[in-house]
């Protein structure tokens, strides 16, 4: 039988990317290769309890109530720590599709992406130097990406976070294919100049800011 260790499973409003203010259930798994020096999961390193993927399934299941299928229809995420760490993903992926809601996955973009099924929608989370995890980025995962439905976001620590992140965007022209997300570290830089300098810079990309935090504080799990 297949088990993952899950740290929490929670539904909530979704707090960013292009479906933030959505109604989503988030099913977080426990464990993470990464450090990054922002990193507000930290809790999700190692805390945790075993459930069998039947559990799991069934949990989101209920929480999510009768299949409902408009364009802001309650979805699913799986998110972590980093989930595609986690022997079994792929799998607790295909059986979340099977509920027939939109299933959605938030990654570092540090492992393979080839093994996701292609309808997931998958949010990658695109390290940047000031993050000091942008070195395990795993350039070939841009071709396991679909156009036009997944994301990839930018959590910018400083200006030089802000200058390299364009660049690579610009050198790879990903902001033809992919909603580009640029987004300031809660607490670190300052919103309003990164908004200004992407009008500034007539850059293509969307600001965001982790909506979760603005309504109920940088402190709250489980939101
Ligand atoms: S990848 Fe995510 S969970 Fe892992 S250290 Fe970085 S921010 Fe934290």
């Known amino acids: ?52 993927l039947a559990e799991i399934v069934q949990e989101v299941k209920q929480r999510l109530g009768p299949p409902q299928y408009g364009p802001d229809a309650p979805f699913v995420e799986l998110t972590g720590g980093e989930p595609l760490a986690i022997p079994g993903a792929p799998d607790l992926l295909r059986a979340l599709q099977k509920l027939g809601c939109e299933v959605a996955l938030e990654t570092a973009g540090s492992h393979d992406l080839a093994p996701v099924p292609k309808a997931v929608i998958k949010i990658v989370d695109r390290k940047t130097p000031g993050s000091g995890e942008g070195h395990r980025w795993l350039e070939s995962n841009l071709d396991h990406m679909v156009p036009g439905q997944d994301e990839l976001k930018f959590v910018l620590l400083d200006e030089a976070d802000y200058t390299w992140s364009k660049a690579w965007c610009a050198e790879r022209g990903v902001w033809d294919r992919y909603t580009v997300l640029f987004s300031p570290v809660h607490g670190g830089l300052d919103p309003a100049w990164l908004a200004e300098r992407i009008v500034a810079d007539r850059l293509p990309v969307r600001f965001q800011m982790q909506l979760h935090k603005l309504v109920w504080g940088p402190e709250r799990n489980g939101v």
């Open 1 to 52: 039988m297949v088990r993952f260790k899950v740290n929490e499973i929670f539904h909530s409003i979704q707090g960013e990317g292009t479906r933030a203010g959505r109604a989503c259930v988030f099913v977080r798994l426990t464990g993470c290769p990464l450090r990054c020096v922002y990193c507000d999961t930290q809790y999700a390193f190692y805390e945790g309890g075993f459930m069998e």
